[in-house]
């Protein structure tokens, strides 16, 4: 299906996205083969695309490929939703450097600095994985060190940080760190606030057992067993290896265009 778009803007000059995953693979595809104009077009559309399931995953896209634009937009998004963001498979597998940059910002919009410390642990335990290193706390331990010293211990009471060992917090302990920026929902995030309400409503959580003729129309955020979301009046309840389905493509409810 890529090819043959790809095929098309070659022969025609014009290209039609029907979702980021589209506009992904056509965006490798362009960058193989150095067709800068089908890059920008790509690179456009997908920072339109922007929502917390794929935020992490089209920054590291964006590093990639050196998408400044693309680069700018989801550093600002991740920044902001990072009390959403931080609980998806994408947080979950950012890559060092990338994880290091969010960790280190004082606007790093979480609730407290625990939910810090728990995705940290989350993200640990997925980078022993992609090691191919046994889950033992020791190697856990080994993965989440070199971000210690990011983490503001004082804000954590000493009861809420079993796994790490006293040591180690008191070794990257630094009370002179700048205090993250208070908590709070930013107004451009109000519109995705809503549509992930409004999926969670419907009962849109499901089982692994999809029909096969789903799995090319939707999205899959999952959410940590120790990071619910309590948010505006509502709470998400993300059960470990539980999913959310986020439909793509264009919809459209009460007159508005919903994103995917």
């Not at 920008?40 to 935020?55: D, G, Q």
């Not at 600002?76 to 979950?92: E, K």
């Not at 210690?148 to 000493?158: Q, S």
């Amino acid at each position: 299906m890529c090819d043959a778009t790809y095929d098309k803007y070659l022969y025609v000059g014009t290209v039609d996205f029907n979702n980021w995953t589209q506009a992904v693979n056509l965006l490798k595809i362009a960058h193989k083969y150095s067709v800068q104009t089908l890059i920008n077009l790509s690179e456009a559309y997908l920072v339109t695309t922007v929502v917390f399931s794929n935020a992490c995953l089209l920054h590291e896209l964006s590093r990639t490929y050196s998408l400044k634009i693309l680069k700018k937009q989801t550093q600002g998004f991740i920044l902001d939703a990072g009390f959403m963001v931080s609980a998806t498979d994408g947080f979950f597998n950012l890559r060092s450097r990338s994880l290091e940059s969010f960790l280190s910002s004082c606007h790093f919009n979480v609730e407290n600095e625990g939910t810090i410390l728990t995705c940290l642990r989350e993200w640990a335990v997925c980078e022993c994985s992609r090691r191919c290193m046994s889950l033992s706390r020791t190697n856990v331990l080994s993965a989440m060190e070199p971000f210690l010293k990011y983490i503001r211990w004082a804000l954590i009471p000493e009861s809420h940080r079993t796994f790490v060992p006293r040591y180690l917090a008191d070794k990257y302990r630094d009370d002179q760190l700048s205090l993250r920026r208070p908590f709070f929902v930013p107004p451009s995030l109000q519109f995705h606030i809503h549509y992930l309400k409004f999926v969670v409503e419907l009962g849109s959580f499901h089982d692994q057992n999809q029909q096969n003729g789903f799995h090319s129309n939707v999205n899959f955020l999952k959410f940590s067993v120790d990071n619910h979301v309590y948010l505006a009046g509502f709470r998400i309840v993300g059960l470990f290896r539980t999913y959310t389905r986020f439909l793509t493509g264009k919809r459209h409810l009460n007159g508005m265009l919903l994103g995917s």
